[in-house]
């Protein structure tokens, strides 16, 4: 059975910085795609970061990139996300998403269409101005 736990959630002020975690059992750690997605109250959810495990590719959307990073420890099967200078906007229930993939064009159709079979429950992150 595939699990994936997030942690790292918390309540910062702006300007802040938070790394989440999340942690994959069950799963073989190899050719993925791995995402961070975040939903916010009354809003859609919306996928944030993703990486691709076969060669290491990342993107992140515009409102995050320079600020968020995302990052695989294959032997620890884990995925990171590192956030700094965070803002209110920010504030949100985070979650992290994986499947199988095989190219970065595939991991990126599945961050566009939220389109992963296996999600954790989140971690909240809630950013004071």
């Known amino acids: 059975q595939v699990q994936l736990v997030e942690s790292g959630g918390d309540s910062v002020q702006a300007g802040g910085s938070l790394r989440l975690s999340c942690a994959v059992s069950?799963?073989?750690?190899?050719?993925?795609?791995m995402a961070w997605f975040r939903q916010a109250p009354g809003k859609e959810r919306e996928g944030v970061t993703v990486?691709?495990?076969?060669?290491?590719?990342?993107y992140s959307v515009p409102s995050v990139k320079g600020r968020f990073t995302i990052s695989a420890d294959n032997a620890k099967n884990t995925v990171f996300l590192q956030m700094n200078n965070l803002e209110p906007e920010d504030t949100a229930m985070y979650y992290c998403?994986?499947?199988?993939?095989?190219?970065?064009?595939?991991?990126?159709?599945?961050?566009?269409?939220?389109?992963?079979?296996?999600w954790g429950q989140g971690t909240q992150v809630t950013v004071s101005s």
């Open positions: 998403a994986a499947d199988w993939a095989n190219s970065v064009g595939l991991c990126l159709a599945r961050l566009a269409r939220s389109d992963f079979r296996y």
């Open positions: 069950g799963y073989t750690f190899s050719s993925k795609c």
């Open positions: 990486i691709y495990t076969g060669d290491g590719y990342t």
